[in-house]
T-cell receptor, first 114, second 114 residues
Framework: AQTVTQSQPEMSVQEAETVTLSCTYDTSESDYYLFWYKQPPSRQMILVIR??????QNATENRFSVNFQKAAKSFSLKISDSQLGDAAMYFCAYLHAAGNKLTFGGGTRVLVKP | NAGVTQTPKFRVLKTGQSMTLLCAQDMNHEYMYWYRQDPGMGLRLIHY???????AKGEVPDGYNVSRLKKQNFLLGLESAAPSQTSVYFC?????????????FGQGTRLTVV
């Protein structure tokens, strides 16, 4: 069974600074997808960024970028120029390309200090 | 365009009572999912559906039943609630498999079983 581990329960960052969230996963599959979801206090789950395992190029969405290391099974999220609105829980998630079960990590709470 | 709507948003049940959570989506999505979120454990898949009239078990299906009689609705039932089912429940939907299309989430239902 696939597992997703987020080793940082909480991270704090100064506004306008950069923070990196770590995520590791365990799988024997070669074709899969990885995601980062943001969950603000409103509880709404929002897709931040998606990475296809067959793509070597790291995905980027505005201030959010990932460092995908397939051999190491690592998928970290970098938030640049942090803003107060970035404060939220962030979840890493894994999906096997032929599957339907989206597996989540335990989450990392990001605090942004003004 | 409402997206994914969950009803109710909050509920308190006594042990042994039953209830049904309703999820409705207006995006004509084929896939629908029910997750539960517990502290430190991310989201875990309870049941899912790949189309009208179909359902399948996820990671933690025990104590829950589901039905997908209409494409736009996915119901989650608790026949005899237990304190272990105290959690936040999320419904999600996607056009096709989660990896090839974004999954949209409802705002969650906070359920407390006393």
């Amino acid at each position: 069974a696939q597992t997703v581990t987020q080793s940082q329960p909480e991270m704090s960052v100064q506004e306008a600074e950069t923070v990196t969230l770590s995520c590791t996963y365990d799988t024997s599959e070669s074709d899969y997808y990885l995601f980062w979801y943001k969950q603000p206090p409103s509880r709404q789950m929002i897709l931040v960024i998606r990475q296809e395992a067959y793509k070597q190029q790291n995905a980027t969405e505005n201030r959010f970028s990932v460092n995908f290391q397939k051999a190491a099974k690592s998928f970290s999220l970098k938030i640049s120029d942090s803003q107060l609105g970035d404060a939220a829980m962030y979840f890493c998630a894994y999906l096997h390309a032929a599957g339907n079960k989206l597996t989540f990590g335990g989450g990392t709470r990001v605090l942004v200090k003004p | 365009n409402a997206g994914v709507t969950q009803t109710p948003k909050f509920r308190v049940l006594k042990t042994g009572q039953s209830m049904t959570l309703l999820c409705a989506q207006d995006m004509n999505h084929e896939y629908m999912y029910w997750y539960r979120q517990d502290p430190g454990m991310g989201l875990r898949l309870i049941h899912y559906s790949v189309g009208e009239g179909t359902t399948a078990k996820g990671e933690v299906p025990d104590g829950y039943n589901v039905s997908r009689l209409k494409k736009q609705n996915f119901l989650l039932g608790l026949e005899s609630a237990a304190p272990s089912q105290t959690s936040v429940y999320f419904c999600a939907s996607s056009y096709s498999k989660v990896g090839s299309a974004e999954a949209f989430f409802g705002q969650g239902t906070r359920l407390t079983v006393v």
